[in-house]
Structures are given as structure tokens and as C-alpha cells.
């Protein structure tokens, strides 16, 4: 194991706004996604479109449903004959992920010149009985750094302090699942990010893994412009606060990542 460039998940300090990074960003679409869950405070995000939500759902209908989206979402291209058959299994997939205290799940396909460049991400709460925000993201640092091989960084970010850990991790491929018929080793590099909720007990975990080592600038941009857009605010309070505001600011905001794939 060892630990990829330090640069990576870094804030950009000329910029806490990824709206204004429009040099390096491209027009890939954004969606406002809200954490549910009926004993933690409000959590919004936004994410690329190019994220495809896996259906995590408190019952089995909403589970079907949300599958059925999913599948023709990620398969454009296909028909009934596929369609049918994969729903059920995303959807027994998300029960899986629902039950292991996961909110969110999403995975991001991106165009690349040597194909597709793929990455998991995943958003969930765990109980913090903590003071303040800043004392919980000590402890959390004060813990991650003890693992060398860990990167673990404080992050300012407008919803708060936060807390980094980088990671990289080699697998080897045992030689029958190869095409080639010889062992292969694999990358996968994992951002994973403790937001402490300013206004309950829990801490937000955001996580990505990806093996498109490559593209690894682009995946950390990504994945800062996500952190960027977190808000503990209730959206419904401030719906009735300000009507006329709607939910412009969490639909335009850019995000730098490679291209959305055409499946």
C-alpha cells in the first residue's frame, strides 16, 4: 500500500466556490441529492449527472422503482430482454447498502481516450456524540494519522471542517480470471472524507474508489467540487424562507470531471 500524490484533495484556495473553477470544468451536469433518514439532521450534496444512483430505499416498492430507473439509466441501449432480469438484482443491491447504514450510492461512468474511466461513491452517516464540529474532526485526524500509510488531511470547507484520507491499494488478479492467463495487479485508489454535521451528533462519510488511476487529478477536483456543495441547511425551512430562491444554487455549480460517457 502506499500513498498517492499529496496534492490530491487539496482545497483550492483562490476558490471555495466550484462555480467559479471554469477554466478546467466541464459542462457535465449536476443534481442535488438530499440525505434521508428520519433521526439525522438534513445533509445535501450535488453530484454530475454522470452519477447513476443505485436504488436505496426504505421499502421493497420504492426499491423496484427506483431500480427500474436505475437499469434503463445505465443501459440506454438495452431492452426489456436486460432491463428486466438486472432490476431486481440493483434493487436487492440497494437493500444491501441500505441495510449496512449506506444514504447514498452512486456509480460514475466518464468518457476517456482509452475507454471508460469508472469510480463507486458512496454517502452515509455514523453517530459522533461530539461537542462541536472541530473537536470531532480532530479526533478523527488525531486517529487516521497514526496509520502511515494514510494521508490524512484537515479540510476548511464552507459547510464546515472536514477531514481527508487518501489511500492507495495494489490487488493482484489470480492468473484464471485474466484474459491474458497471467496474474495482473490492479490500483485502486480510495477519497474518503469525515464532514462533522454542525447541527446533530453524526458525521458524514463520503467515499469514492476508483481504479482509474490516470485520471486521479480529475477524480480528486471531482470529489472537492461535491464537498464543496455540502449543506446542513433544511431546504425545506429555507424554501419557506425564500420562496423565489429555489434550488438555484445547487443546480449550476461546476464540476471538473472527464466527460460524461456515451453508453
Same mark, same amino acid.
Given at each position: 500500500?502506499s500513498? $498517492?500524490?499529496s496534492?490530491? #484533495?487539496?482545497?483550492?484556495?483562490?476558490?471555495?466556490?466550484?462555480?467559479?473553477? &471554469?477554466? @478546467?470544468?466541464?459542462?457535465a451536469?449536476?443534481? +442535488?441529492?438530499?440525505?434521508?433518514?428520519?433521526?439525522?439532521?438534513? +445533509?445535501?450534496?450535488?453530484?454530475?449527472?454522470?452519477?447513476?444512483?443505485?436504488?436505496?430505499? =426504505?421499502?421493497?416498492?420504492?426499491?423496484a422503482?427506483?431500480?427500474? &430507473?436505475?437499469?434503463?439509466?445505465l443501459? $440506454?441501449?438495452?431492452?426489456?430482454d436486460?432491463? &428486466?432480469?438486472?432490476?431486481?438484482?440493483?434493487a436487492?443491491?440497494?437493500?444491501?447498502?441500505?441495510?449496512?447504514?449506506?444514504?447514498?450510492?452512486?456509480?460514475g461512468?466518464?468518457? /476517456? !481516450?482509452?475507454? /471508460?474511466?469508472?469510480?463507486?461513491?458512496?454517502?452515509?452517516?455514523?453517530?459522533?456524540?461530539?461537542?462541536?464540529?472541530?473537536?470531532?474532526a480532530?479526533?478523527i485526524?488525531?486517529?487516521?494519522?497514526?496509520?502511515?500509510?494514510?494521508?490524512?488531511?484537515?479540510? !476548511?470547507?464552507?459547510?464546515?471542517?472536514?477531514?481527508?484520507?487518501? &489511500?492507495?491499494?495494489?490487488?493482484?488478479?489470480?492468473?484464471?480470471? @485474466?484474459?491474458?492467463?497471467?496474474?495482473?495487479?490492479?490500483?485502486?485508489?480510495?477519497i474518503? #472524507?469525515?464532514?462533522?454535521?454542525? %447541527? *446533530?451528533?453524526?458525521?458524514?462519510?463520503?467515499? +469514492?474508489?476508483?481504479?482509474?488511476?490516470?485520471?486521479?487529478?480529475?477524480?480528486?477536483?471531482? @470529489?472537492?467540487? /461535491?464537498?464543496?456543495? #455540502?449543506?446542513?441547511? !433544511?431546504?425545506?425551512?429555507?424554501?419557506?424562507? =425564500?420562496? =423565489?430562491? *429555489?434550488?438555484e444554487?445547487? %443546480?449550476?455549480?461546476?464540476?471538473?470531471?472527464?466527460?460524461?460517457?456515451?453508453?
Amino acid at each position: 500500500m502506499s500513498t $498517492p500524490p499529496s496534492e490530491a #484533495v487539496t482545497p483550492d484556495a483562490s476558490s471555495s466556490d466550484p462555480a467559479q473553477d &471554469t477554466d @478546467t470544468t466541464q459542462d457535465a451536469g449536476t443534481a +442535488l441529492r438530499a440525505f434521508e433518514a428520519s433521526d439525522v439532521p438534513p +445533509l445535501n450534496f450535488v453530484v454530475p449527472e454522470s452519477f447513476h444512483g443505485l436504488p436505496i430505499a =426504505a421499502t421493497p416498492e420504492e426499491r423496484a422503482a427506483l431500480a427500474e &430507473t436505475f437499469v434503463r439509466d445505465l443501459y $440506454p441501449e438495452g431492452s426489456d430482454d436486460l432491463w &428486466t432480469p438486472a432490476a431486481p438484482y440493483y434493487a436487492m443491491l440497494g437493500e444491501a447498502m441500505g441495510d449496512q447504514g449506506l444514504a447514498y450510492s452512486a456509480m460514475g461512468l466518464f468518457s /476517456i !481516450d482509452e475507454g /471508460i474511466a469508472h469510480c463507486s461513491f458512496t454517502v452515509a452517516a455514523i453517530a459522533s456524540d461530539h461537542p462541536s464540529p472541530e473537536v470531532a474532526a480532530l479526533g478523527i485526524r488525531e486517529i487516521l494519522v497514526r496509520e502511515e500509510t494514510n494521508d490524512a488531511r484537515w479540510i !476548511d470547507l464552507p459547510c464546515g471542517p472536514a477531514v481527508s484520507c487518501v &489511500t492507495l491499494r495494489e490487488y493482484v488478479i489470480g492468473a484464471e480470471l @485474466t484474459a491474458s492467463g497471467e496474474e495482473a495487479k490492479l490500483q485502486m485508489g480510495q477519497i474518503q #472524507v469525515y464532514v462533522p454535521f454542525p %447541527t *446533530g451528533p453524526y458525521t458524514a462519510v463520503f467515499t +469514492l474508489d476508483t481504479a482509474a488511476i490516470n485520471y486521479w487529478g480529475e477524480f480528486s477536483e471531482m @470529489t472537492m467540487a /461535491i464537498l464543496r456543495s #455540502v449543506s446542513f441547511a !433544511d431546504p425545506d425551512a429555507e424554501a419557506e424562507a =425564500a420562496p =423565489a430562491a *429555489g434550488t438555484e444554487s445547487g %443546480t449550476d455549480a461546476g464540476i471538473a470531471v472527464p466527460q460524461q460517457a456515451d453508453r
